[in-house]
């Protein structure tokens, strides 16, 4: 396939865009998924992959042939993704509280329990189905980030050399994890406030 990724490259070169067309058929589905696992949001992901085409476009004279075009392809989405998410970040660290980061590390221990009676018990049981899930729902990094720093307490610069993750890499996986954790656990803990 990736001669005839070549060949289509040659042509778009050449000014022929029905052999953009048939690059983006041929790899859209791929860079949206790619997105959409970087992301988190089907609408961000459907952003990326048009932004991602569109830059591949722009940039095609820099392709370097022996290379995978896939590849090059991938790493433009990757790069878009990563700049959407880092933007979205930024944002909501903005937003945050220091009190609110405290909160975030214990947000299972906000429920009040004086002993464990059988409501409790049952309820407990609900939220260990609901973080399975959620836990499952998280990417490999997300979870193992989350899992370091929230389970084993790891500080971030331990999570980036384990992970081999930069800093901000890192915090992001942290972050998305508590964040898809809170809105899976919402309707378990919601109904106790």
């Not at 992959?49 to 722009?58: G, I």
């Not at 009040?112 to 973080?131: A, K, L």
């Not at 370091?148 to 050399?161: A, D």
Request: charged content about 30%.
């Amino acid at each position: 396939m990736s001669e005839n990724d070549s060949v289509q490259v040659a042509r778009v070169l050449k000014g022929d865009g029905d052999a953009y067309r048939t690059l983006v058929e041929r790899h859209g589905r791929r860079v949206f998924q790619l997105a959409f696992r970087i992301t988190g949001n089907e609408a961000d992901a459907e952003d990326v992959a048009q932004e991602s085409f569109l830059r591949a476009y722009k940039s095609l004279h820099l392709y370097d042939s022996r290379a995978q075009f896939s590849t090059w392809l991938y790493r433009i989405a990757a790069n878009c993704s990563l700049d959407l998410v880092r933007k979205r970040v930024r944002r909501m660290e903005a937003d945050v509280t220091p009190d609110q980061d405290e909160r975030d590390r214990d947000f299972l221990g906000q429920v009040p329990c004086p002993s464990p009676d059988t409501d409790r018990v049952v309820f407990s049981s609900q939220i260990r189905e609901h973080i399975e899930t959620a836990m499952e729902e998280l990417s490999s990094m997300e979870r193992c980030a989350f899992v370091l720093r929230h389970f084993e307490g790891h500080s971030i610069e331990e999570i980036c050399t384990a992970l081999d993750l930069s800093q901000n890499a890192a915090k992001h996986c942290v972050f998305r994890a508590v964040q898809k954790l809170r809105r899976a656990l919402e309707p378990v803990l919601g109904s106790v406030s």
